[in-house]
């Protein structure tokens, strides 16, 4: 009997290693969806089910704030791509010496709490905060800038928030590039910018995909960023779902709400992959006919 354990134990070993996270992600994850999804068809006025709050799915609010947070999660992607990008590029292909030291500091960033930093951008962009301080020794201005409560600084501060987030990814993919390949575009007469856009990006393009999921996902979703810098005027998706559950206590509305973002976030995340790689596919196409 023992032995029979055993040997289903060590048949199934991978099995058991892996149970405990699937059973977190269920109950974490998968169930809490479940209960919204429950809760977005319930009345519970009535004790029937009803998609009359689908309704909704056209009412102005909705779209604007649906939108809103697109633009920021696409400028933030984009943002955070073409700056992380030639950063880890940097550490990746130039940085011979303490390079550990140099993703250490990158990695640093996750170890303050956002709330933190959100408040020393707030600091520093305040009429009375640091930068206005300097320009104003500086003779630059004569009177403060109101630096706060637009879209350009939320966008600013959530590139810098989420920089992070697509350097590691990023940098983790352009180190797994085989060095020799480079050197051999440039012998068979190569440009960098030819190598760069033939070669690294290519193959670098996973990394690039996972830096574009853990960047835009989230910040879709961001909350904290949009109610600090942009104060009353941004209403975030986040803020909005927080308006319904917190303020107002309507659930079902609140839940019918965060499906209809959740699907139209699903959406952008599917267009963007097909974009990516319908781009990347017919740049290798157009490749191969060339060498014809």
């Known amino acids: 009997m023992v032995a029979e354990i055993k040997k289903i134990l060590k048949k199934n070993l991978s099995f058991f290693f892996t149970a405990p996270a699937v059973l977190a992600s269920l109950i974490m994850l998968w169930l809490p969806v479940f209960i919204l999804l429950f809760r977005s068809f319930f009345n519970e006025t009535t004790s029937h089910f009803t998609i009359s709050h689908y309704n909704h799915f056209y009412n102005p609010l909705f779209i604007k704030v649906i939108s809103t947070s697109l633009f920021f999660a696409f400028s933030t992607t984009l943002g955070t791509l073409l700056l992380g990008y030639p950063v880890s590029y940097f550490i990746a292909f130039y940085v011979t010496k303490k390079k550990l030291l140099y993703v250490f500091l990158l990695s640093l960033p996750f170890w303050t709490n956002i709330i933190v930093q959100v408040y020393a951008w707030l600091f520093i962009l305040e009429r009375e905060g640091l930068l206005n301080k300097c320009l104003l020794y500086l003779g630059i201005i004569n009177d403060p800038i109101e630096m706060l409560y637009n879209q350009w600084t939320i966008l600013v501060v959530m590139v810098y928030c989420y920089l992070p987030f697509m350097i590691i990814p990023l940098y983790n993919a352009l180190e797994k590039i085989d060095k020799t390949m480079l050197e051999a575009s440039k ?31 989230p910040s ?44 139209a976030l699903i959406c952008a995340v599917l267009c963007m992959y097909t974009f990516i790689h319908y781009f990347f596919q017919s740049a290798q196409q157009q490749k191969i006919k060339n060498e014809k």
């Open 187 to 217: 012998d068979l007469g190569a440009t960098d910018w030819q190598t760069l856009q033939k070669i690294t990006i290519p193959l670098s393009i996973d990394g690039i995909r996972t830096g574009i999921i853990l960047v835009f996902v």
């Open 220 to 263: 879709f979703g961001e909350f904290i960023i949009p109610a600090l810098i942009g104060g009353s005027k941004s209403f975030s998706v986040g803020a909005l779902i927080s308006f319904y559950y917190i303020e107002m206590y309507n659930k079902l509305l609140g839940a019918t709400f965060t499906i209809i973002a959740s699907i």
